[in-house]
C-alpha cells in the first residue's frame, strides 16, 4: 500500500516512516507548505487544509493521502499556544515559553496530533495526545520544535534527548499514526 505524507516538516516524515514500515506500509513524502486557518480546533485545521489541498493539487484528488496537524497545550497557560503553536514556535520559540512559565510550578502539558486522511473523495480523522511535563531549561539537540522542553510523563529524557526510535514510542504523532495504519490494514485485510 502506497500513501503520501503532505508535510514540510522532514522530521514529521522520518517518525512516519518509520513507524509505517511496521505495517508493512510505504508512505512517501510530498513535500508541501501549505497555508494554515487560525482555528480554536485541531480536526477543523486538519480538515480545512485537507479540502484546500485538495482544491489546489489535482494530482493528489485521485492519491491516498494524509497530513497532520500537532499542537503544544500547556495548563498553566490555559492551553496555550494549542493551535498556535508554529506561530509561537517562531516568534517567542522554546525560551519564551520557558521566560513565561519561570515561577510556574504546574508543569503539566500534552502535545496533540490530529490526522487528516485522504481516500475516495472522503477524510478520516485520527488523533493521539502524550502528556507530559515543561521542563525548567531546554535539554538535547535531536527532533525539531518544542521536543527539546517536553519530557512525557512515561520517560526521564525529553523528546529531544530522544532518538526517533525512541520518540516513536512515547509521541502524540505515533499514536494518530498508528490509529490510521492499524485502521487502514484492518480495512485491507477484510
Ligand atoms: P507541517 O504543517 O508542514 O506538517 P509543521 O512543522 O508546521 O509541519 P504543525 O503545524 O503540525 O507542523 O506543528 C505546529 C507546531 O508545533 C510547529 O511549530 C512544530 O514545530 C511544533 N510541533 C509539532 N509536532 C511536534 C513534535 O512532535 N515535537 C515538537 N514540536 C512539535
Known amino acids: ?14 517518525e512516519a516512516k518509520q ?20 482555528e480554536n480546533n485541531l480536526t477543523a485545521i486538519a480538515n480545512t487544509s485537507c479540502l484546500q489541498i485538495l482544491r489546489d ?15 503544544l497545550f500547556v495548563e498553566s ?9 508554529s506561530y509561537v514556535l517562531h516568534t517567542i520559540g522554546n525560551d519564551g515559553i520557558l521566560q513565561l512559565m519561570k515561577k510556574e510550578e504546574n508543569r503539566y502539558a500534552y502535545f496533540k496530533s490530529v490526522v487528516a486522511y485522504h481516500s475516495g473523495g472522503k477524510i478520516h480523522n485520527f488523533q493521539g495526545i ?9 535539554k538535547g539537540d535531536k527532533g525539531f520544535g518544542f521536543d527539546p522542553i517536553f519530557r512525557p510523563l512515561e ?10 526510535k525512541t520518540k516513536n514510542l512515547y509521541s502524540h504523532r505515533q499514536k494518530s499514526l498508528r490509529e490510521m495504519f492499524n485502521s487502514l490494514t484492518t480495512f485491507a485485510n477484510k
Open 77 to 85: 497557560l490555559n492551553g496555550f499556544p494549542g493551535p498556535y503553536s
Open 155 to 164: 520517560s526521564e529524557f525529553t523528546f529531544a534527548e530522544m532518538t526517533l
Open 130 to 138: 502524550t502528556d507530559g511535563t515543561i521542563i525548567h531549561e531546554i
Open 57 to 71: 493539487n489535482e494530482n493528489l484528488v485521485d492519491k491516498n493521502f494524509f497530513l497532520e496537524d500537532a499542537g
Open 1 to 14: 500500500m502506497d500513501i503520501f505524507f503532505v508535510t514540510h516538516n522532514e522530521f514529521k516524515y522520518m
Open 19 to 38: 513507524i509505517a514500515q511496521e505495517y508493512d506500509i510505504s508512505v512517501e513524502w510530498f513535500n508541501l507548505e501549505y497555508q494554515e486557518i487560525q
